[in-house]
């Protein structure tokens, strides 16, 4: 199949530039200039901004947690991620305790068949030891180089120690380990205190882990990993204070990854009042203004290296356990559909930064930590044809019932984006047209290769 995309503005890693763009099969053999060739389909995307395929660094599908499980698995998330122009997903493979990583990964294999996005693992561990540190050549030969740890959640938490030791160990092997930042003590001890008081309602989730919850996780992270000589990477950083503590560490030289979300782009902490605030109950919570100001200009001041949407979806029914107790609602929000979109409108349209930006953070910056550049993230003659042509002019009203997640509520329910991925190319095959999924279960596993540590 030969797609030939014609009066495009096409986004390159430094500059937008008018031209054309050629896919050949599952490679890109153009990009830029004006071309005319024989091919199967022309799309002309006059208007339109042309875009490496976004990759969603952050998503849990068919994930059990307690006693439920979310409500997306990957069939019904990929479709919705690439709806939204999200051709590669990274999902969280998680290695629970007694499990071996490679029973992990095989576990997500399974769950990952049928995806309608391209798919990659990271491996959440929830034990280091002699035996899980002897599996890592065997991650690393199955394209699984990037790792995670929690600093909370008693079935997954490790100790300060237990992690700078992996993220010693990793950076050895160019890998990297990413952490979940708070303080687990303080958050227990306020909890505890609040529902003694009486104090049981969602919004209740947000004050039991203030901003300096994170900012401590943050800064324990930093320590450890400027001991361990090891690059440190945040994933969903929420806080100005826990973005001043990673300002400081690069000062003294450390090399330190940012990932935030959307959530913390246009979301607030008031929302918990609303009568459903049980869907915005997610870790980190929801901040206020101040905090978005801030994440935003460190995006534009390229200090954040990407955005991936945390999507962890529970219906209102589950969501439900909590409302006598929100330490009970089950943890997190959906939003792999809508990530594009938000931060279009909110960050480009919002002048914070141009379309470069967005690129790198939605999808370059990614490619290359992760071990993917530059055969993704990038327009270039020899990329896989994973491509997403942005419409900057379509506005619509964002609604869970529309969005093809399987999950009766969004955090963005009425939230008024002003574009859209009107077209997405998935490995070299149209697979969305006018915001339509028109192909299905097309993902393939992406084998990715050791970290590519731009900010060493
Ligand atoms: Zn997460």
Same mark, same amino acid.
């Given at each position: ?22 896919? #050949?099969?599952? +490679? ?20 339109? @901004?042309? *875009? ?32 939204? %122009? ?8 998680? &290695? ?14 399974? +769950?990952?068949?049928?995806?309608? =996005?391209? @798919?990659? *693992? ?25 790792? +995670? ?25 160019? =890998? ?22 009486? +104090? ?15 900012? #401590? ?11 361990? %000589? ?17 300002? &400081?560490?690069?000062?003294?030289? &450390? ?24 869907? *915005? ?20 001041? %390229? ?8 999507? =962890?979806?529970?219906?209102?029914? &589950? ?6 107790? *929100? ?22 349209? /919002?002048?914070?930064? #141009?379309?470069?930006?967005? /690129? ?47 999950? #009766? ?41 050791? =970290? ?5």
């Amino acid at each position: 199949m030969r797609i030939l995309i014609k009066n495009a503005f096409l986004v390159f890693e430094d500059r937008v530039a008018r031209g054309d763009l050629l896919c #050949d099969g599952r +490679k890109i053999v153009q990009a830029g200039g004006v071309i005319d060739a024989a091919v199967d389909k022309v799309i002309d995307a006059a208007g339109c @901004y042309v *875009f490496p395929g976004f990759i969603d660094t952050h998503t849990h599908f068919d994930l059990e947690v307690g006693s439920t499980v979310t409500a997306d698995d990957f069939v019904t998330g990929t479709k919705a991620a690439v709806a939204g %122009g999200t051709t590669t997903v990274l999902d969280f493979a998680t &290695q629970e305790r007694g499990m071996t990583m490679m029973d992990a990964f095989r576990k997500w294999e399974n +769950k990952a068949k049928n995806s309608s =996005c391209n @798919y990659g *693992f990271h491996m959440a561990v929830s034990e280091w030891n002699e035996e899980r540190i002897a599996e890592v050549p065997l991650m690393i030969e199955n394209g699984v180089t990037s790792f +995670k740890m929690y600093m909370v959640y008693d079935n997954m938490r490790l100790s300060d120690g237990v992690m700078y030791e992996a993220m010693k160990y990793l950076a050895k092997e160019d =890998c990297i380990i990413g952490i979940h930042c708070e303080n687990d003590d303080i958050i227990k001890a306020r909890v505890k205190e609040l529902k003694a008081a009486g +104090k049981t309602s969602s919004r209740y989730h947000a004050v039991s882990r203030p901003n300096v919850v994170e900012a #401590d996780g943050v800064g324990r992270l930093m320590d450890a990993a400027y001991l361990a %000589g090891a690059p440190a990477w945040v994933v969903h950083l929420s806080t100005r204070e826990g973005l001043a503590i990673a300002r &400081q560490a690069r000062e003294r030289g &450390q090399e330190v990854y940012l990932e935030s979300c959307p959530q913390y782009l246009v979301l607030e902490e008031c929302m918990y009042d609303a009568p459903d605030g049980a869907k *915005f109950v997610m870790s980190p919570p929801l901040r206020s203004k101040a905090d978005q100001e801030a994440l935003l200009s460190a995006m534009a001041a %390229g200090e954040i290296d990407w955005i991936g949407t945390d999507h =962890c979806s529970f219906t209102m029914a &589950q969501k439900a356990a909590g409302r006598d107790d *929100f330490s009970k609602t089950p943890n997190g929000g959906a939003g792999v559909q809508n990530r594009a979109e938000i931060v279009y409108t909110r960050a480009v349209k /919002g002048g914070y930064f #141009d379309m470069v930006q967005m /690129g790198r953070l939605l999808s370059t910056q990614a490619a290359r930590l992760f071990g993917m550049y530059p055969r993704k993230g990038v327009l270039r003659a020899g990329s896989d044809a994973d491509i997403v042509i942005f419409d900057p002019d379509a506005p619509h009203t964002i609604r869970a019932a529309a969005n093809l997640h399987n999950c #009766d509520n969004s955090p963005y329910e009425g939230y008024e984006a002003a574009g859209r991925a009107r077209d997405v190319i998935l490995n070299g095959e149209l697979v969305v047209e006018n915001g339509k999924l028109i192909a299905a279960g097309k993902g393939e596993y992406v084998h990715r290769e050791r =970290c590519g540590r731009y900010r060493q």
